[in-house]
């Protein structure tokens, strides 16, 4: 599947500790006649020749197997003849694809079940290992990435009070650690990783609603905190105030003007005020 450029979705893939495994060198090697029974074969029984070419596109490698022995990687475009009887050329796509790995459930360092969707951007760049060393490259680079997903998720919080790392704040950190480790673990099948990001992350629905009416607490605390800070200090202000300009006033005084301010600002509802009289 063709995609657009990744940098657009993420940051591009760290530079991997393991060796990216490639293509030897492209040999000469006779695709009509390579053994003496090849074209024994293909003698006696000429009609196996009608399908012997194949077209070799552009972003696309050929496997090269003669009798079931590696021979070579055929990377340059065109049509090529080969014999059939001994041959067997498997044509390889070498665009960058991507692998989606939409609503995965997973644990975070607390324990919270996490909702995540990850895209990975990859291609193939060793065709003999990719296409020799695993069974179906395209499954085994979506199991990776799940495995690779999972483990990455779990060494960080979904949210940190304490404003240290966290799956919620920490995107460019997440995305160049996951598209490091899971290149490590695809180097050897050949597969070059270009970017391997998290397109969404959400609590479970199960712990959902609880913890949004925890970060509704939090925000509610965090809110009164500002106010009776703010209460404090105009009530500070106003007796300072009245003092600068010559007004005497008792403690008790001032206690009663600190407890009106305090109780008009920080209720909730307005306040009604009301006079002693005499």
Partial sequence: MNTPNPVVYGAEAMAS????????????????????????LSCICPWVWLGACKTVNEKEAALVLTWGKFTTVKKKPGLFCFNPCGI???????????????GVKLLDLKGNPVVVSGVVFWQIQGVKAASLDVEN????????????????????????DEGGHSLKTEAATLSAELSETLQQRLAHCGVKVIAFNMTDLSYAPEIAQAMLVRQQAEAMVKAR????????????????????KGVKMSETEKTKIVTNLLTVICGESGAQPTVALQ
């Fill in 17 to 40: 500790k393991a060796l990216l495994v490639e293509d030897p060198p492209e040999k000469a090697a006779s695709l009509c006649c390579p053994t003496f029974l090849s074209c024994f």
């Fill in 88 to 102: 067997e050329f498997q044509v390889v796509s070498v665009k960058q694809r991507t692998t989606d790995l939409p």
């Fill in 137 to 160: 490259v395209y499954q085994y680079v979506h199991t990776t990435a799940l495995a690779t997903l999972k483990q990455v998720v779990s060494k960080y919080p979904y949210e940190d």
């Fill in 225 to 244: 905190k500002l106010i009776v800070k703010g209460a404090v200090d105009i009530s500070e202000g106003a007796i300072n105030q009245l003092e600068s």
